[in-house]
């Protein structure tokens, strides 16, 4: 299974987030994570909306992690960000001929939600314990 790219941004954000203390602005993750600063701030809206982010405005704003983060599971966010996504596609425009009576589509959303599952009991802060929160924290951080 392959997440789509505005999630692995997500989580990404939330992994920064979560390391860093203070304010990170939108021209730093979009650097840091080298992502396009318009998809980047999209994402980041997304997230605020979500109660992931909390954003302060103005010239010395920026985002930051929200408390209630910390604990956010990782598959319950994936699920969230990913929508109601299959692994493949049997209709369509040109529906698949072995839809009628196909078992592979049912196979494929069980693996689907283990993988989801597997997922479920791993939080945001877990993704950023020590060692990790080092490698996080050296990202981004520039000389001024």
């Not at 997440?3 to 602005?25: C, E, P, Q």
């Not at 910390?70 to 598959?75: I, N, P, R």
């Not at 049997?90 to 589509?105: A, E």
């Not at 490698?135 to 951080?141: E, K, M, V």
Request: glycine share 8%; hydrophobic share 40%.
């Amino acid at each position: 299974m392959r997440l789509n790219r505005s999630t692995d941004i997500s989580l990404r954000i939330l992994m920064l987030a979560a390391a860093r203390d203070d304010l990170l602005t939108i021209d730093e993750l979009a650097s840091s994570l080298a992502v396009p600063r318009s998809h980047l701030a999209k994402v980041v809206q997304r997230l605020q909306h979500s109660g992931l982010l909390d954003t302060v405005r103005g010239r010395n704003g920026g985002v930051r992690l929200a408390p209630q983060a910390v604990a956010a599971s990782v598959g319950a966010l994936v699920r969230d960000l990913e929508g109601e996504t299959e692994v493949v596609e049997c209709g369509g425009d040109q529906p698949c001929p072995l839809n009628v009576g196909c078992r592979l589509r049912g196979a494929l959303r069980v693996a689907q939600e283990a993988f989801y599952a597997s997922l479920d009991p791993i939080t945001i802060g877990d993704l950023t314990a020590p060692p990790m929160r080092e490698t996080l924290l050296s990202i981004g951080r520039h000389p001024f």
